[in-house]
Nanobody, 118 residues
Framework: QVQLVESGGGSVQAGGSLTLSCAAS????????MAWYRQAPGKEREVVAI?????????ADSVKGRFTISRDNANTGSTVFLQMKSLKPEDTAVYYC??????????WGQGTQVTVSS
């Protein structure tokens, strides 16, 4: 059974930090590049950061230098982290994790809300 559970969100002031966690249960996640996505009100979901199984990372320009993605793999899945610092009000969104490449049939977790006040 595949399952994605995100946690760690909250409300912070601009300049603050948060670390998000994602428990991705299912061997498919341990074998895939993993990504953090976010969706702000009225906007489409966007990729924030991606990490391969080998640890190679890439980031959206808007978060480069402020966010760090990492992962721990196990036989039954993967735990993916997103360290966020120097948060800005424009980082406010619901954050999700999933495989690095998803299609319309992909299942998503409930996400975790991040709210940054100015």
């Amino acid at each position: 059974q595949v399952q994605l559970v995100e946690s760690g969100g909250g409300s912070v002031q601009a300049g603050g930090s948060l670390t998000l966690s994602c428990a991705a249960s299912g061997i498919i996640f341990a074998q895939s590049p993993m990504a953090w996505y976010r969706q702000a009100p009225g906007k489409e979901r966007e990729v924030v950061a991606i990490i391969t199984n080998g640890g190679t990372t890439s980031y959206a320009d808007s978060v480069k230098g402020r966010f760090t993605i990492s992962r721990d793999n196990a036989n039954t899945g993967s735990t993916v982290f997103l360290q966020m610092k120097s948060l800005k009000p424009e980082d406010t969104a619901v954050y999700y994790c999933n495989r690095g490449v998803v299609d319309a049939r992909a299942s998503w977790g409930q996400g975790t809300q991040v709210t940054v006040s100015s």
